[in-house]
């Protein structure tokens, strides 16, 4: 991942990843903000809380309500779907007010602007609520949808194509910005529409992914995928190919997997399928109209792999509030510093463990050391979990939270580094299945970062206090250990225990000395009087 970072910041004892930024009073005006996407399927509100560059869903309602269903026949919105919907908007303006939410943003998409009472509904919506719908065409969609990839992932690049009932939008990223964008009424619910069966409705996708081509050009690089219909079809890969990681942020598809998945489809009971996978019964039965969809997307564009985006029109509109300079921040550290400012029994202590284990991996990456900065500031936020489960507590957290900016295997190495703070051991965990999601390097980096955080552990006292130094002689095999003298109390029979576990996972022999205190200045001697 390619994060941008701000020279100034850099340039501090902060390191790479600047300092932190969460209470600086314009993150902190995103600290809790709510915002509701009306859209032709579904109506949901999302409150966003905690770190503003990577928030957590404090609250996330969604109700199915159909509003673009049978919209090509009849022009105006499903009248049951319309009733669904005022209701909806009437319960989460309530729960904003009991909340003590700043006034929501609301947006409407496809059906509600090209319904003809598409105005008389949000009319309806401000008098019986007194919430205001802003109604956004297909281009001002698109860019939204990509602004909320961008949140997930700063720098990232490629075609972001997001699916909603009635519009399909397509919208290219590039250096954390957004360029050229298109809609099309490719939403499952207009397609249920289309006449001449599947035949029919396929040619007309052909037809329309062609126009779509011409006006976006060449998109081979990474296809971002956003909305539902999408997220369900990677349930149903996931199902398929036996994935054991049911997180959908960040999965990843091949073309190849997406071609396997369609004739999965359409050999499989769709009822016992929606079942086994999860899905809901009204969004399986669009899932026919989008996996054709998505493979005529792919056949026409080419992309060089496939991604699943939890991230949307929503976060694009928490984006769209950010100054530039949050943006550019590492939403994983970002994350993980306001965890450590809320749950560690010492605050601050992560930066300092993160440069006692830093000179381990001083020839890595920045993409690992990311992780490794993650893991420091995550390394005590579990403590209250009960000691006999407290390992594997730390690997679930991290392996299914609400992160951005990981990728699965990303996700299995700060879990196993987490897991392995609190213990010698990783085999025999409930979670072993997952650990081949990383390959055996990986899997032992991990271990040695983890071996490590719980040797620094030890030397917990204050959030900015000395606790010594790290040298690493791989090709001599010996890890130098220089602790201040003021560790002695602190270095007892655990924290020995602990340094031979690194030693062993290392390989190493240990050459451990301890620093002589610096002497006290001599006094002046006092000046005669003249």
Known sequence: MNVTQDPAAAATDWGPFGRPIFD???????????????????VRLV?????????????????????GAGLSDSGRLNPEGRARALSALRRFQHLA?????????????????????????CAEVLRETGLKIHVIDGREEARLSAQGVLLG??????????????????????????????????????LRDI???????????????EQLKSEMGTQRDRLFLVGGSWRAIARIDMHRRGYRLKVLHEYRMSAKDVRETAKYIEKRDMDKLRSDCGISSTRMALVPYAIDVLTRLIHTFK????????????????????????????????????????DARVPGFGK??????????????????????????????????HPDYRAEVCFDNATRANLGGLKHSERVFLGLAL?????????????????????????????????????????????????GDLQWQPRKRVLHVTLPDSARPLYGEVAESRLKSLAKALDASVDLKFSKPAPEPEPEPEQAPE
Not at 31 to 41: C, E, F, I, M, Y
Not at 51 to 63: L, M, Q, T, V
Not at 158 to 174: F, K, P, R, W
Not at 310 to 326: A, D, T
């Open 24 to 42: 600086d009073p314009k993150a902190r005006a995103l600290s809790r903000v709510g915002v509701v996407d009306v859209g032709s399927n579904s």
């Open 47 to 67: 409150v966003f809380d905690g770190a503003a560059r990577s928030p957590a869903y404090f609250y996330n309602e969604k109700i199915m309500c159909a509003l």
């Open 97 to 121: 007010r009991g909340m003590g939410l700043p006034p929501l943003s609301a947006v409407a998409t496809a059906a509600v602007r090209d319904a003809e009472d598409g105005p008389d509904f």
């Open 153 to 190: 992932w700063p720098g990232a690049y490629g075609l972001v194509c997001d699916i909603g009932g009635s519009s399909m939008e397509l919208a290219e990223i590039h250096e954390n910005t957004v360029g050229r964008r298109v809609t099309s009424p490719l939403g499952p619910l207009k």
């Open 195 to 209: 006449k001449g069966g599947r035949k029919g409705r396929r040619d007309y996708i052909r037809e329309v992914m």
């Open 303 to 342: 992309p060089k792999d496939i991604a699943v985006s939890s991230y949307g029109i929503r976060e694009g509109l928490l984006y769209e509030q950010m100054p530039q300079r949050l943006r550019a921040r590492d939403p994983l550290i970002e994350a993980s510093r306001f965890a450590e400012m809320k």
């Open 352 to 385: 300092t463990l993160y440069d006692f284990v830093s000179p381990l991996f001083s020839g890595a990456r920045h993409s690992k050391r990311r992780l490794v900065k993650a893991a420091c500031l995550l390394h005590d936020v579990s403590w209250r979990a």
């Open 419 to 467: 897991l392995h703070r609190y213990s010698n051991k990783r085999h025999g965990s409930s979670f072993e299945y997952l650990y081949d999601l990383l390959d055996e390097k990986g899997q032992h980096e991990a271990e040695v970062l983890g071996k490590a955080m719980r040797f620094g552990a030890m030397l917990m006292v204050t959030s900015n206090g000395e606790i």
